[in-house]
């Protein structure tokens, strides 16, 4: 059974960079799956990041897109998040999850808080 | 940009009674729409797929319709697991996949 968990730093300084990566086990991030990165601010909804191919194909969020780049490392089965010029709106619980639109593994989640 | 609208906001029920979540999409998605649990402090989980079809360990009194701009997520007999936020996600247009607001299950 895949399973998926993120890690990175829980604290990011307003107009910094969030990295985050998440680690797949029990499967390979070679298979013919999408791999996504979600989020969900305090006590709000789910909104999409983002998601990467196992061929390293890329789709953003209009909305974040440039702020945001994905990428995937096939040798250690995982996939990354960064996101720059981050300010308060960007704390939130990020999540990675697999699937192409519907997406049937998730991560645990791990807390992002921006502050100074 | 597909905007999804879920109703009620809040919905307060007993264990044992049937619930009717609604989802509302901005434009056609055909039936490529998902529903999803959440319970407080975790990931949500994929419940529905295809708007109907239930995904791996969904229990049965779970049920889904709809295709177009109108769905529906139905429990047939709400038990207390099942006290959760539900949300609806779109996967027809996309960049971005879009979800609804959620509908928030608590006890009456």
């Known amino acids: 059974q895949v399973q998926l968990q993120e890690s990175g730093p829980g604290l990011v300084k307003p107009s910094g960079t969030l990295s985050l990566t998440c680690v797949v086990s029990?499967?390979?991030?070679?298979?013919?799956?999408?791999w996504n990165w979600v989020r969900q601010p305090p006590g709000k909804g789910l909104e999409w990041i983002g998601e990467i191919s196992h061929s390293g194909s890329t789709n953003y969020n209009p909305s974040l897109r440039s702020r945001v780049t994905i990428s995937i490392d096939k040798s250690k089965n995982h996939f990354s998040l960064k996101m720059s010029s981050l300010t308060t709106a960007d704390t939130a619980v990020y999540y990675c999850?697999?699937?192409?639109?519907?997406?049937?593994?998730w991560g645990q989640g791990t807390l992002v808080t921006v502050s100074s | 940009e597909i905007v999804m609208a879920q109703s009620p906001a809040t919905l307060s029920v007993s264990p044992g009674e049937r619930v009717t979540l609604s989802c509302r999409a901005s434009?056609?998605?055909?039936?490529?729409l998902a529903w999803y649990q959440q319970k407080p402090g975790q990931a949500p989980r994929l419940l529905m797929f295809?708007?109907?079809a239930r995904a791996t360990g969904t229990p049965a009194r779970f049920s889904g319709s709809g295709s177009g701009t109108e769905f529906t997520l139905t429990i047939s007999s709400l038990q207390s697991e099942d006290f959760a936020v539900y949300y609806c996600?779109?996967?027809?247009?996309?960049?971005?996949?879009?979800f609804g607001g959620g509908t928030k299950v608590e006890i009456k």
């Open positions: 434009q056609s998605v055909s039936s490529n």
């Open positions: 295809g708007a109907s």
């Open positions: 999850a697999r699937g192409r639109g519907k997406y049937d593994e």
């Open positions: 996600q779109q996967y027809h247009n996309w960049p971005p996949f879009t």
């Open positions: 029990g499967g390979s991030i070679r298979s013919n799956d999408w």
